[in-house]
């Protein structure tokens, strides 16, 4: 847990710094520009073809033949896309920032602490983009096939809480290490530290629904995981900052 507060701390002092906070507004805004762009572009297609979807699932049929609301399915595809806007726009943004913002972060850190660390390269620049889209469709896929346990209370905040902490970690863990770490120290770390990579995360992901809290969290992640990921790094070979 020190490790993870140890991050947090070095990320809130970046923050401070001018390049850093005009990178914060960045992801967020391009993120929820384009999805509400494709809400309105889509929102017709979008509702209809999530109403016929959960229409065919049991559970709805039965409410409906049960209450009498014959509407419930194409009311519950509304509320769902409602619900979806802030985990999509967010997933949006951090997509961004793992391919444009990520990059400038990691430049400005290490150039502040981390001059010295040595370049092992376990990792590529197409590594990292494949392991962004790869994590991008988990994330969609598990979003999708997850949707009919939002009817359950509680799990409107749960499940986009625990798939947003697996994306943030899944993502921005190889970003930091690409470079720094070779494949078997990337593969030590994100074994050993996976317990506090997921528990950052969801710590992340709590404070993402704080009111107006989205426009930090995504620059914040890539601070998180790269402080984390460099000193775990650094941990491991002995080298003090």
Partial sequence: MSSIF?????????????????????PPVVAVLLVFILFIVFWQAWSVGLAAFLEGLTPFRWIQDTTGFQEFAAFSAVVFLILAFIPLAYLTAVFFT??????????????????????????????????TLVATFVFIAAFIITLPLWLVPGCQVLIPLLLTAWLNKKVFLYDVLQDFASPEERKRIEKEEAGSLYGMGLLLGLISYIPLAFFLVP?????????????????????ET
């Avoid at 140890?6 to 990320?11: D, G, K, L, N, P």
């Avoid at 430049?107 to 092992?120: A, F």
């Fill in 6 to 26: 140890r991050a947090f701390r070095q990320s809130f002092e970046s923050l401070l710094r001018l390049r850093m906070f005009l990178l914060i507004l960045l």
């Fill in 219 to 239: 620059v914040l992640s890539a601070l998180c995981y790269t402080y984390y990921g460099l000193n775990a790094l650094m941990d491991r070979r002995g080298v």
């Fill in 98 to 131: 793992s391919v444009f913002i990520m990059p400038l972060v990691l430049k400005i850190v290490v150039d502040s602490n981390y001059k010295h660390l040595e370049k092992k390269r376990g990792g590529t620049i197409i590594g990292s983009l494949w392991n």
